[in-house]
């Protein structure tokens, strides 16, 4: 790491135990639960854990906390793999919780042994109401007085499939009266008898999160086991399971903030909702915070993690603003998005002194100043804006055309618009021009100044595609909760692009010109069917707010 670069409380933390000889190699790990797909919080933590490895020549490995048959499949696991790749991040091992029930099962039965968990009967009410308040201690469980011995012919015959599901748990022995709630002899393990993807009908009962999560880094000898501040509460019982299980390899838990955005919910049940409600078309509806579903829509991986950089690490919770990372994702497009033109809203326009049957190819940049370009048709017949034309001038800070005004077509002409053409119920259909032919876009004389230019797309030569518009997928109620946005999309099923973009292929991102940032959508798009998801809008207010 570079002398002068900033670190955040993390990193000088590791640091500090590399130089003193705590630790010798960074290990960390990243630990989903594969009971849906990642969203752009869990980013934070990905860039943050691999991040760490990587500055420090660690390892971080990908961990399935696979703890919970009911709610976990083999689909997630695929997608959370293809997200971290997506990324650009690699782990050195994959492994899974279940991978560990062996080794968490002896721990449970040493904890037994040492008269440090026993066998409960209460029902999960019983348990609330016996568990105590913040201000009020909790109190013992009657079956908490039972032997070393009964507790180990009782969790054997849980294991063994004896008794039905909830039952019994088998707690932790830790004190009813601490002020730390998650203290009060925690449930570790539980009965469930559905099958698990990985180990079938072997096992019927299974660990606890806060059981098996420091048992699992203890076991992978993570030196470093980051995770966010809703978990600082559970890190005595973290180290008291280490403890007391006796553990060879002691690991330490550090909390951060979590990653909270305006405009955005996160929360996998809610996100689900929407999935098995049919209010989106699956994850990765590009509407949705999920890392597949940005990525559907055109977010670059660059992007995000650039915008992770941004907003760092720190324990302190708070809100980001949502146009950040939307300020990230136009920063990166703005550099790599080769510029095309695309009509959304088509209006023909047509130029009566053009020569019929004349088509010309002109000159366009892929990128401002760069050197690479493309061909354009041009030709009497051709579609703008809808809402770049007005019949009268509204007013003098209009520049769009209007009956009698003369604005530039980027890359082409200066045009004048002599008179309209409307169907019979008065709507404009067509507006005709004439043109200047010695302003041609390059040439010697077209220095004739000015003040609207506008794009467009020739008729013959036009490819015919959809394109989705977006808005925020949630909206802020008055009560300050957040619900789905009934017109979060838009679809425009008449749009015009360039013939250009018929050599793009899917996932392919764009600039239309003065429109914003488009991507090719992977699913949708067939040979016959070309359709395009807004990624972000030209406009960037956040940047003005950064300049103030």
């Known amino acids: 790491m570079a002398e002068n670069e900033s670190k955040n409380f993390i990193e000088e933390i590791i640091e500090k135990d590399l130089a003193g000889g ?24 990905i860039c943050l854990n691999f991040g760490l490895a990587e500055k420090f020549g ?12 009911v709610k976990e499949d083999i689909e997630y696991i695929e997608a ?122 072997r096992w019927v009962i299974y660990p606890m999160y806060d059981f098996a999560h420091p048992l699992e880094d203890a076991y992978e000898g993570v030196t470093h086991s980051v995770c966010t501040m809703e978990f600082e509460d559970h890190r005595p019982l973290y180290d008291w399971v280490i403890e007391k299980c006796e553990c060879e390899h002691v690991p330490h838990q550090y909390e951060f903030a979590r990653l909270n955005l305006t405009n955005t919910v996160m929360s996998k049940r809610y996100l689900k909702k929407l999935v098995d409600d049919g209010v989106v078309s699956g994850w990765d509806d590009p509407r949705m915070p999920t890392l597949s579903g940005v990525r559907r829509r055109g977010y670059t991986p660059a992007a995000i993690r650039d915008f992770c950089e941004r907003i760092g690490v720190a324990k302190a919770v708070s809100v980001v603003d949502v146009r950040l990372l939307e300020h990230c994702v136009r920063e990166d497009l703005n550099a790599h998005a080769p510029r095309v033109m695309g009509v959304l809203r088509p209006l023909k326009l047509t130029i009566e002194n053009y020569p019929d049957g004349k088509t010309e190819l002109l000159t366009a940049e892929d990128l401002p100043g760069g050197e690479s370009t493309h061909e354009v048709p041009f030709s009497k017949h051709l579609f703008i804006e809808q809402d770049d034309f007005m019949e009268v001038r509204p007013n003098n800070k209009y520049f769009r055309l209007y009956v009698g005004g003369e604005v530039r077509l980027k890359n082409a002409y200066i045009i004048k618009c002599e008179r309209v053409v409307k169907d019979a119920d008065g709507n404009i259909e067509e507006v005709v021009c004439t043109y200047d032919e010695t302003t041609k876009s390059g040439g010697e004389n077209s220095g004739r100044k000015v003040k609207g230019t506008l794009h467009w797309v020739e008729r013959d030569t036009a490819v015919p595609a959809q394109v989705r518009l977006y808005d925020y997928l949630f909206t802020e109620q008055e009560d300050g909760a957040y619900a789905a946005n009934p017109n979060s999309l838009t679809v425009l099923k008449n749009a015009v692009i360039e013939p250009h973009i018929r050599n793009a292929e899917k996932g392919g991102r764009f600039q239309f010109m003065r429109q914003g940032y488009f991507c090719i959508d992977t699913e949708d798009t067939t040979e016959d069917k070309l359709v395009f998801n807004q990624i972000v809008s030209l406009k960037d207010s956040f940047a003005k707010t950064m300049a103030k």
């Open 22 to 45: 705590k630790e010798k190699t960074v290990v960390t790990r990243f630990p989903p639960e594969p009971n849906g797909y990642l969203h752009i919080g869990h980013a934070k933590s």
């Open 58 to 69: 660690g390892k971080c490995n990908l961990r399935f906390d696979d703890t919970n048959p």
């Open 80 to 201: 959370i793999k293809r997200d971290i790749e997506w990324l650009g991040f690699h782990w050195a091992d994959e492994v899974y919780g279940s991978d560990y029930f062996d080794f968490m099962y002896e721990c449970a039965e040493k904890l037994i042994e040492k008269g440090l968990a026993y066998v409960d009967d209460l029902t999960p009410e019983e348990m609330r109401e016996y568990r105590g308040t913040l201000t009020q201690p909790g109190t013992e469980s009657p079956y908490r007085s039972r032997t070393p011995e009964e507790n180990m012919d009782l969790f054997r015959r849980m294991r063994a499939g004896e008794f039905p599901d909830g039952a019994k748990v088998l707690r932790a022995k830790i004190d009813m009266a601490s002020p730390n709630l998650n203290m009060r002899d925690p449930a570790i393990y539980r009965i469930v008898k559905t099958p698990h993807h990985r180990t079938g009908d």
